[in-house]
């Protein structure tokens, strides 16, 4: 009983509480690009999800094979392999949505969400709990894009689920393109589509309101609202190159300064 609560915690995280998008602040790039329209947010989150459940249980497994020194290059490896499996899928099946996402569907090898997992988690705990957790951080993903995409399809296009025949033709299903909102408005409603809401501008600024609501929701349950400390906020930050040679820099400056004060200390005594 103790370990179905366990894993349903891990599963429940992602979705609101460590929210990757909203909450870590990760895979903002893919975020705003792709959630112009409900059906390419459906296809990204969907795609990253499976990616990233596969890869967690994968690296899970691995996690005693896999020395500490390599640990980074040989995560990227597993990650690209389910990302090549992924998009040759997509693109044998579902040809509109691989050309709708363009170059962000292979992207998802160096997306920061997946990676920073498989550093954070997956590569300490049990498969089980590593599964629990891919599941819910895609299942938080999938939704913050599809949260998004629907308020900038909507006021941007005045339609939801535009080219949804994409996806349904998976399932035989053709008839079904999208809804018409406001072309189908009478007259005297009618409403011009925001463009601004399909650019990277309204991308921003829906972005913003969503962390915003996030921020008040973990506010109203004592938690802290979503910060950017630079580098530290990066789930890779405890083995990141950069981070590690700006601390020796700042460990050297130190003690250059040390030294130089001790020289002028011990030269005005002579």
Not at 72 to 80: F, K, L, N, R
Not at 100 to 106: D, R, T
Not at 155 to 171: E, I, R
Not at 194 to 203: S, Y
Request: aromatic share 6%.
């Amino acid at each position: 009983m103790a370990e179905k609560k366990s894993l349903f915690n891990e599963f429940s995280k992602g979705l609101i509480a460590e929210n990757p998008v909203l909450r870590l602040v990760l895979g903002t790039c893919p975020t705003l690009a792709v959630s112009t329209s409900m059906v390419n947010a459906i296809g990204m989150g969907l795609s990253a999800s499976i990616v990233l459940v596969c890869s967690n249980i994968a690296i899970s497994m691995l996690r005693r094979v896999i020395p500490s020194k390599v640990r980074i290059p040989a995560y990227i490896v597993v990650i690209a392999s389910f990302v090549t499996i992924v998009q040759m899928l997509v693109k044998a099946f579902v040809p509109a949505l691989d050309s709708a996402l363009g170059v962000f569907l292979p992207l998802i090898v160096v997306n920061c969400i997946i990676l920073g997992r498989a550093e954070a988690f997956a590569g300490k705990n049990s498969v089980a709990a590593s599964a629990a957790d891919g599941l819910g951080m895609g299942a938080g993903f999938t939704a913050a894009l599809l949260c998004m995409a629907t308020v900038r399809e909507f006021l941007g296009n005045g339609t939801l689920f535009s080219g949804a025949d994409s996806l349904l033709s998976l399932f035989g299903i053709t008839s079904f393109t999208g809804i018409e909102i406001f072309s189908r408005l009478p007259e005297f409603l009618k409403i011009e589509p925001i463009l601004i809401f399909i650019l990277a501008p309204g991308g921003f600024f829906m972005f913003g309101i969503l962390m915003a609501l996030a921020n008040k929701i973990a506010e109203g349950k004592g938690k802290p609202g979503a910060e950017l400390h630079g580098c530290e906020s990066c789930p890779m930050s405890g083995s990141c190159s950069l981070i590690k040679d700006g601390e020796a820099d700042g460990i050297g400056a130190r003690r250059s300064g040390a030294a130089a004060t001790a020289d002028m200390t011990g030269g005005g005594a002579q």
